[in-house]
Every structure is written in structure tokens, then in C-alpha cells.
């Protein structure tokens, strides 16, 4: 069975200072791999997604991740965090030719300070 | 893209008593899907609900727990039965990511406390 390994619980960051949070999976098949965040007493958006091409993906407030295969990881990156940025992220998988269904991470606390 | 609305947003039930929680979507999908969010924790998904047909449940969760209805391609309702404490949670309801989108949409989910 699929799973997803968010190494991290927590990770306290000074304002712009660069971050990574990690994510490995554990699947011998083809999988699409996503991030969500989940901002304070909000629901969960979509932050960005790799599902097939270019191994780096971004998004539009400054984040990136990249797919390696050979390590099973999607870590996701910001240069420069913004206290704004303080929020639950959450590495899901799909296995490819599969349900839709998504595995989650036990998620990662990031927690800006000024 | 898809638009969700769930409801309620939250609710406090008493102990032995029933939630139903609604989730309506803005476009026809097939499949379903019913999360929780216990407190502090990630989402474990719950069942997924196709129409026509009886849901799928995860390890763990059973239909005299959470039954779930799926009358037409966009509505879903689950049912939290028989709370208790530990039933408290968010309980989320989300379609894709694949078949229907390329990415999973989710609802604002349900605050449910269980006093």
C-alpha cells in the first residue's frame, strides 16, 4: 500500500529565511504527487502538483518542488518565507491508473516568525 | 475546476445521537470521497461514494458507522451514527483528483464536536 512520509511535525522559520519541507512516498508504480495547505480555521487548497513533464513545478506565491523518482520525493522549497506563509502543508499521492483516491502526510507545521 | 458546499460548516452533538453532513457539488462526478481530520492530525480517508452503487469503505470504517448516500452525480451525504467523543473531527468531503479533474477539490469541511 501507498504511503507518505512527512518527516517533519514542525518547522519553525524566521521571516525570510528559505525552507524546505520534505515528502518521500513509498510506491514502485507511476504516482502524481500534490501539496496542500491549510491556512488557520480554512479549508485545504491545492499548492502545487506534479503529474507529468518537467520534475519542477511552481507555484504562483513562491514555492517549488521537485519530483526525483530514483528517491521517492516531492520536497517542497521557498526561497524567502513571508509570515503569511504560516499554515499546515499536507505531500499527497495517486497512484497512477488507480482510484482517485489520496494519500495523505501526517502534514507539516510551518511557523514563520517575524 | 469545482465548487463544494458542505454543510453544516459546525455542529455540537450530544453523545449516542446522529450527524448527517451534506456536500453539494457544482458539476457531475462520479466518485466521491468523505475524509476526516482528527485534531491535529492528517486526513485519513473515510469511504469513497460512486452513484449507483454501495460506498467503499477504508480499513477501519464501517457502513453502521458512516453510511453514506449518493442519490445523483453531484450531492453526497455522510453520517457520523452513534457519536461519541472520539467521533469528534473535521470531516471533509473532496472529488478528483484524476478522473474527473487534475486535482482534488475539497469542501470547507464540518467542525463536528461530540459532547
Known amino acids: 500500500a501507498q504511503s507518505v512520509t512527512q518527516l517533519d511535525s514542525q518547522v519553525p522559520v524566521f521571516e525570510e529565511a528559505p525552507v524546505e519541507l520534505r515528502c518521500n512516498y513509498s510506491s514502485s508504480v507511476s504516482v502524481y504527487l500534490f501539496w496542500y495547505v491549510q491556512y488557520p480555521n480554512q479549508g485545504l487548497q491545492l499548492l502545487l502538483k506534479?503529474?507529468?513533464?518537467?520534475?519542477l513545478v511552481e507555484s504562483i506565491n513562491g514555492f517549488e518542488a521537485e519530483f526525483n523518482k530514483s528517491q521517492t520525493s516531492f520536497h517542497l522549497r521557498k526561497p524567502s518565507v513571508h509570515i503569511s506563509d504560516t499554515a499546515e502543508y499536507f505531500c499527497?499521492?495517486?497512484?497512477?491508473?488507480?482510484?482517485?483516491?489520496?494519500?495523505f502526510g501526517t502534514g507539516t507545521r510551518l511557523q514563520v516568525f517575524p | 475546476s469545482a465548487v463544494i458546499s458542505q454543510k453544516p460548516s459546525r455542529d455540537i452533538c450530544q453523545r449516542g445521537t446522529s450527524l448527517t453532513i451534506q456536500c453539494q457539488v457544482d458539476?457531475?462526478?462520479?466518485?466521491m470521497f468523505w475524509y476526516r481530520q482528527q485534531p491535529g492530525q492528517s486526513l485519513t480517508l473515510i469511504a469513497t461514494a460512486n452513484q449507483g452503487s454501495e460506498a467503499t469503505y477504508e480499513s477501519g470504517f464501517v457502513i453502521d458507522k458512516f453510511p453514506i448516500s449518493r442519490p445523483n452525480l453531484t450531492f453526497s451525504t455522510l453520517t457520523v451514527s452513534n457519536l461519541s467523543p472520539e467521533d469528534s473531527s473535521i470531516y471533509l468531503c473532496?472529488?478528483?483528483?484524476?478522473?474527473?479533474?487534475?486535482?482534488?477539490?475539497f469542501g470547507q469541511g464540518t467542525r463536528l464536536t461530540v459532547v
Open positions: 499527497a499521492v495517486s497512484v497512477y491508473n488507480n482510484t482517485d483516491k489520496l494519500i
Open positions: 506534479y503529474l507529468s513533464g518537467s520534475t
Open positions: 458539476s457531475q462526478v462520479t466518485m
Open positions: 473532496s472529488v478528483g483528483p484524476l478522473n474527473s479533474f487534475t486535482e482534488a477539490f
